[in-house]
């Protein structure tokens, strides 16, 4: 199947700082590509779908600002997690599709970033 | 009222016998998809198996099979003989095709943990 790399795996940080966590699709293109964040033994929230060259679309009750989403190519999207604080800290998971605009394409998962605030 | 229904807590099984892990599903479009997912500690989502709401037989991948019964909206996994490696949590999700384009996205059920015995 499709490969979705995600960087850092994990990354511990000061409350303040701002964390940048990338997603790339290895072998594939991604027109789409999907951002969730996940508590222990809970499901995914999606936060964000973000497009290709244009403006990322956020689900209801994320923060625009707090979460930067940056998708300036087919095979790369960029999670910006600013001013992060404890509350921040969570389990973060990309996605990519490969084709748009049809119910039977598969969604193909990165491995997920673990960030922990201090 | 919830688009993917897991009520499961939690499953056991003992290794090398069949599971079935259900899954409800409440859409009013006649065109969906349903995916199985499985997420191992690691944290990584696995793409399982896949369902089209038109499709006329239930689904295989190995020893993964999709339980389909549209009129009972109900998408169920079975697993054949259970392995360890198949202690995970197993996440049923839907998309819509009220969602076309690129945007679709995946709605996700709460989950259930599969536990396999030896």
């Known amino acids: 199947g499709a490969v979705v790399s995600q960087h850092p795996s994990w990354v511990i940080c000061k409350s303040g700082t701002s964390v940048k966590i990338e997603c790339r699709s290895l072998d594939f293109q991604a027109t789409t590509m999907f951002w969730y964040r996940q508590f222990p033994k809970q499901s995914l929230m999606l936060m964000a779908t973000?497009?290709?060259?244009?403006?990322?679309?956020?689900e209801q009750g994320v923060e625009k600002d707090k979460f930067l989403i940056n998708h300036a190519s087919l095979t790369l999207s960029t999670l910006t997690v600013t001013s992060a604080h404890p509350e921040d800290s969570s389990f973060y998971i990309c996605?990519?599709?490969?084709?748009?605009?049809?119910?039977?394409?598969?969604?193909?998962f990165g491995p997920g970033t673990r960030l922990t605030v201090l | 009222a919830q688009k993917i229904t897991q009520t499961q807590p939690g499953m056991f099984v003992q290794e090398k016998e069949a599971v079935t892990l259900d899954c409800t599903y409440d859409?009013?479009?006649?065109?969906?998809?349903l995916f199985w997912y499985k997420q191992p500690s690691s944290g990584e989502m696995i793409f399982l198996i896949y369902?089209?709401?038109?499709?006329?037989q239930n689904a295989t991948e190995g020893r993964y099979s999709l339980n389909f019964q549209k009129a009972r909206k109900s998408a169920n996994l079975v697993i054949s003989a259970s392995q360890l490696g198949d202690s995970a949590m197993y996440f049923c999700a839907m998309r819509e095709v009220g969602y076309t384009g690129a945007n679709s996205k995946l709605t996700f059920g709460k989950g259930i943990t599969l536990s396999v015995r030896p």
């Open positions: 973000s497009n290709e060259g244009s403006k990322a679309t956020y």
């Open positions: 369902q089209g709401s038109y499709d006329q």
């Open positions: 859409t009013s479009d006649p065109s969906y998809g």
């Open positions: 996605s990519a599709r490969d084709i748009a605009g049809t119910v039977t394409d598969t969604q193909y």
